[in-house]
């Protein structure tokens, strides 16, 4: 009697195929959404605001964070889902059903989209760690680069740091930066 094969070769490539195919499709809708995000909500009048909060309160630093998890966002804390659920889905049904309904000029990412904001899916779509997002996202956005570049140039001193699924870019400036802390 001759036993089949769990899984044949030709199985195991096709689902590897597909598996790299799904990740470039998330990867992209991850880049789309961040590109959407610095556009519309990481603006001067934002960062401007933030920066005098800070200083308000006698600080010389500003940590904001972006987050790959289901936490929710506050003040300097975004949300990877939440970013793509505002790029992709339409205010209406998201504010008053909580569903996910694409916005037309998105139709082809609809069931990506769907099953990485969507609360229950049976099937898993990849999920990325944030030194992904990082590495092919972030890192690689010309509008998050040109931003860098202006907050230097303005005399801010900008580190980041990738912890577990946070992303954190440290904005300082005064004491903090001429004793060259980190921050706790």
Same mark, same amino acid.
């Given at each position: $009697?001759?036993? %089949?094969?769990?899984?044949? %070769?030709?199985?195991?490539?096709?689902?590897?195929?597909?598996?790299?195919?799904?990740?470039?499709?998330?990867?992209?809708?991850?880049?789309?959404?961040?590109?959407?995000?610095?556009?519309?909500?990481?603006? +001067?009048?934002?960062?401007?605001?933030? *920066?005098?909060?800070?200083?308000?309160?006698?600080?010389?630093?500003?940590?904001?964070?972006?987050?790959?998890?289901?936490?929710?966002?506050?003040?300097? =804390?975004?949300?990877? @889902? #939440? $970013?793509?659920? @505002?790029? &992709? =889905?339409? &205010? &209406?049904?998201?504010?008053?059903?909580? +569903?996910?309904?694409?916005?037309?000029?998105?139709?082809?990412?609809?069931?990506?989209?769907?099953?990485?904001? !969507?609360?229950?899916?049976?099937?898993?779509?990849?999920?990325?760690?944030? #030194?992904?997002?990082?590495?092919?996202? *972030?890192?690689?956005?010309?509008?998050?680069?040109?931003?860098?570049?202006?907050?230097?140039?303005?005399?801010?001193?900008? +580190?980041?740091?990738?912890? !577990?699924?946070?992303?954190?870019?440290?904005?300082?400036?005064?004491?903090? $930066?001429?004793?060259?802390?980190?921050? =706790?």
């Amino acid at each position: $009697m001759v036993k %089949e094969p769990l899984i044949t %070769e030709y199985e195991l490539a096709n689902l590897r195929h597909n598996s790299e195919k799904e990740k470039q499709v998330v990867l992209e809708i991850y880049r789309i959404a961040f590109e959407n995000f610095l556009e519309k909500e990481f603006t +001067s009048k934002f960062l401007t605001k933030k *920066i005098r909060e800070q200083m308000n309160r006698g600080y010389d630093h500003l940590a904001i964070s972006l987050m790959n998890c289901n936490i929710m966002e506050n003040r300097t =804390s975004f949300n990877f @889902k #939440g $970013m793509i659920r @505002k790029t &992709f =889905s339409n &205010f &209406f049904f998201r504010s008053f059903y909580n +569903s996910v309904v694409i916005k037309w000029k998105y139709w082809k990412y609809r069931k990506e989209v769907r099953r990485i904001v !969507g609360i229950c899916w049976e099937d898993e779509i990849i999920e990325l760690r944030m #030194g992904e997002i990082a590495e092919e996202v *972030i890192f690689k956005s010309d509008v998050y680069l040109e931003i860098i570049g202006d907050l230097e140039k303005s005399g801010l001193r900008v +580190s980041v740091k990738v912890d !577990g699924e946070i992303f954190i870019l440290l904005l300082t400036w005064g004491k903090w $930066m001429e004793t060259d802390n980190e921050e =706790s």
